[in-house]
């Protein structure tokens, strides 16, 4: 059963590996290479070899990085550099297939926005595949590996030395064009791998503990964690309660706090990603 479970698991990440690439290339042929973009990594460097030579971007890619998997083998493991491969042959073909695709922008301002949106979009995805595209994303995954940098920084700092190569190469004003394109694909690679939701954590605290747990158990069915504190204006002992709920819930509990512990302080905050019983597994009910 368990390897079972293992199987379906590595199914969906490889899945999840194919899709971003796609999503990878298309923003690559859509946005990036018509308006002139090297928004960093190896598409970057060929979106800059394209200019100079007319060289095909999707048999550079492939060039560059069959040296590029043998280092992520070396250093990040067979597992990973597998889901690589995958990555490193889906992003060029992708590439290669969609090289007519009749929707392409050329504003440089649209494409990086628009441009950035997807890349980030594919990126994340193939991350939470636990995978890479290969070439530089290789690079900047052996930089978070080693640094503890988060993934969209890592990829910031790599792909910073390909903008350097395109203000030469074209000019500055594309080069900082370019620059927007990767900064937008770094926060939204964050925000694709964290699954960013509209649940909150509740923190109240307060001198009626048995209320309180009465409310959340009763009103919302939610589990809640209690810590004992002391006040530090009063110096009198409290407890601090947490409690995840989901937005909905958030407002409904909000309301009932107003009108039956009005003295309670409560503060709501915004939980990116929740792992635990009633959010990434069912509830339970002994």
């Not at 059963?1 to 999503?23: N, P």
């Not at 060039?63 to 992520?72: K, V």
Request: with cysteine; glycine share 8%; charged share 15%.
């Amino acid at each position: 059963m368990k390897k079972i479970k293992h199987q379906k698991k590595l199914l969906t990440e490889y899945v999840w590996i194919i899709i971003g690439s796609t999503l990878v290339g298309l923003a690559y042929n859509m946005f990036f290479l018509p308006a002139k973009l090297a928004a960093g990594g190896v598409s970057g460097i060929s979106t800059l070899l394209y200019e100079l030579y007319q060289f095909n971007p999707a048999y550079v890619q492939w060039l560059i990085n069959i040296p590029l998997f043998f280092i992520g083998l070396i250093l990040l493991g067979k597992d990973f550099s597998l889901k690589t491969l995958v990555g490193t042959f889906f992003v060029p073909f992708t590439i290669w297939l969609s090289a007519d695709i009749p929707f392409k922008i050329d504003n440089p301002m649209l494409s990086a926005i628009y441009g950035g949106i997807l890349l980030g979009v594919g990126l994340g995805i193939v991350y939470r595949g636990n995978g890479s595209t290969g070439g530089l994303a290789t690079v900047a995954q052996i930089l978070k590996k080693y640094t503890g940098l988060s993934s969209g920084y890592s990829q910031l700092v790599v792909d910073g030395l390909v903008v350097i190569a395109s203000a030469l190469v074209f000019n500055l004003e594309l080069a900082l064009y370019a620059m927007i394109a990767i900064y937008v694909t770094s926060k939204v690679i964050d925000f694709v791998q964290l699954q960013t939701s509209s649940s909150k954590l509740v923190l109240i605290i307060t001198e009626n503990e048995e209320q309180i747990q009465s409310i959340i158990k009763e009103e919302i069915d939610r589990g809640l964690t209690k810590v004992r504190s002391i006040g530090g204006y009063s110096n009198k002992e409290k407890t601090m309660i947490l409690c995840v709920v989901e937005q909905q819930e958030a407002i409904y509990l909000k309301k009932v706090l107003n009108e039956q512990e009005p003295n309670s302080f409560v503060v709501f905050l915004n939980a990116s990603e929740i792992l635990g019983r009633g959010f990434s597994v069912p509830k339970y009910y002994e």
